[in-house]
T-cell receptor, first 115, second 113 residues
Framework: GAGVSQSPRYKVAKRGQDVALRCDPI?????LFWYQQALGQGPEFLTY????????KSGLPSDRFFAERPEGSVSTLKIQRTQQEDSAVYLC?????????????FGQGTRLTVV | SQQGEEDPQALSIQEGENATMNCSYK?????LQWYRQNSGRGLVHLIL?????REKHSGRLRVTLDTSKKSSSLLITASRAADTASYFC?????????????FGQGTELSVKP
């Protein structure tokens, strides 16, 4: 596809349930990022991949959060034992290279609601 | 944690007027970017300004950067109702590899027809 694709668009999870969020970046983009956006706030960085290597996971809020990009393209963000505070929009972005000097392209996001 | 602060938090103007949004940040940067987010949708990149640039234009957008004051401004001229959205500045810190973006809290712009 032409843009970054995320699925599902909406997810309702019962507290304690595990969820998996998928991101298809733009083909050929080296860098992939996950962000978490709470209502009325700016996005907050979670983790960063350069190809299949996870170079920065400093923003992951707890060990319940896990991300992977095994073949350097599609990425999955997994949240185990979801809590109400995990409710947010999860945004994926990709960029062409790993220099930080190019724009990032964002997906539409997955809105997670934990009930 | 957020890198910067944006001012104002909300702005309401009439169509045809100019809108100015300001952003301040804390650490030295590689570049600063502005993004727009329409309600319930992803972010769209508007413009990127590098740390050695002072001003940049793109259509009706004008961005300035003052690295001595660690601040930037986004000017939208001749606003339209379709410009109604949230606007975020985001910085790429100079120490950062890979382009991790540090976002501000955003300015909610409402343009009334």
């Amino acid at each position: 596809g032409a843009g970054v694709s995320q699925s599902p668009r909406y997810k309702v999870a019962k507290r304690g349930q595990d969820v998996a969020l998928r991101c298809d970046p733009i083909s050929g983009h080296v860098s992939l990022f996950w962000y978490q956006q709470a209502l009325g706030q700016g996005p907050e960085f979670l983790t960063y991949f350069q190809n299949e290597a996870q170079l920065d996971k400093s923003g992951l809020p707890s060990d319940r959060f896990f991300a992977e990009r095994p073949e350097g393209s599609v990425s999955t963000l997994k949240i185990q034992r979801t809590q109400q505070e995990d409710s947010a929009v999860y945004l994926c972005a990709s960029s062409l290279d790993g220099t930080g000097g190019t724009e990032a392209f964002f997906g539409q996001g997955t809105r997670l609601t934990v009930v | 944690s957020q890198q910067g602060e944006e001012d104002p938090q909300a702005l309401s103007i009439q169509e045809g007027e100019n809108a100015t949004m300001n952003c301040s940040y804390k650490t030295s940067i590689n570049n600063l970017q502005w993004y727009r987010q329409n309600s319930g949708r992803g972010l769209v990149h508007l413009i990127l300004i590098r740390s050695n640039e002072r001003e940049k234009h793109s259509g009706r957008l004008r961005v300035t950067l003052d690295t001595s004051k660690k601040s930037s401004s986004l000017l939208i001229t001749a606003s339209r109702a379709a410009d109604t959205a949230s606007y975020f500045c985001a910085t790429v810190p100079i120490y950062n590899q890979g382009g991790k973006l540090i976002f501000g809290q955003g300015t909610e712009l409402s343009v009334k027809p």
